[in-house]
């Protein structure tokens, strides 16, 4: 069964605000990843937390990790149009197992 | 230049046909994949090649055949296809480590079956 599921499946804010973005997965694993895709274009990796870590930053990214209860956070702060893509969590077991993905609509 | 390039971009055929996608990678990795992504944006991986060694083969069926001619490059090749073919087909390469394997992604083959 799939690995990684984000929730919610669409999310449509207003410039400036912050988006959250949350991913739960079955399985134990060696990492997180989030990536980013840009309409009609391949994923880009944005962030890696290690199953021993807690929270990241990068930027305008935070991720966060909770093994107990199997669930990652990406929030992005004041965010901007062209965060506008969809958002995908994979995880890291013997194989890198991606969701179903966030749409993220950032409105100017 | 482009790390991970993949060709055609668009492919649309019939049912029945044969045809391939070409994937290429400058990056010196030494892992390759092929992700299918269906309507709903679930990406779901078929092959890995490690080194020209194919590491992991998901349940796909035996048309889709991927050759390795070393470790830039991973080509999959589909006979007779079928409506149920059309996705976008992408490919990638990482560094294989047991901890830190991010994914460069190349931007997608479009694949219509008609």
């Known amino acids: 069964s799939q690995q990684g599921e984000e929730d919610p499946q669409a999310l449509s804010i207003q410039e400036g605000e912050n988006a959250t973005m949350n991913c739960s997965y079955k399985?134990?694993?060696?990492?997180l990843q989030w990536y980013r895709q840009n309409s009609g274009r391949g994923l880009v990796h944005l962030i890696l937390?290690?199953?021993?870590?807690r929270e990241k930053h990068s930027g305008r990214l935070r991720v966060t990790l909770d093994t107990s209860k199997k669930s990652s956070s990406l929030l992005i702060t004041a965010s901007r149009a062209a965060d506008t893509a969809s958002y995908f969590c994979?995880?890291?077991?013997?194989?890198?197992?991606f969701g179903e993905g966030t749409q993220l609509t950032v409105n100017p | 230049d482009t790390a991970v390039s993949q060709t055609p971009k668009y492919l649309v055929t019939q049912m029945g046909n044969d045809k391939s996608i070409k994937c290429e990678q400058n990056?010196?990795?030494?892992?390759m994949y092929w992700y299918k992504q269906d309507s709903k944006k679930f990406l779901k991986i078929m092959f890995s090649?490690?080194?020209?060694?194919?590491?992991i083969n998901e349940t796909v069926p035996n048309r889709f055949s991927p050759k390795s001619p070393d470790k830039a490059h991973l080509n999959l090749h589909i006979n007779s296809l079928e409506l149920g073919d059309s996705a976008v087909y992408f490919c990638?390469?990482?560094?294989?480590?047991?901890?830190?394997?991010?994914?460069?992604f190349g931007s997608g083959t479009q694949l219509s079956v008609l």
């Open positions: 090649y490690n080194n020209k060694e194919l590491i």
């Open positions: 990056l010196g990795h030494d892992t």
């Open positions: 937390i290690r199953s021993n870590e």
């Open positions: 990638a390469s990482s560094q294989w480590r047991s901890l830190d394997e991010k994914l460069f």
């Open positions: 399985t134990s694993i060696n990492n």
């Open positions: 994979a995880t890291s077991g013997s194989r890198l197992t």
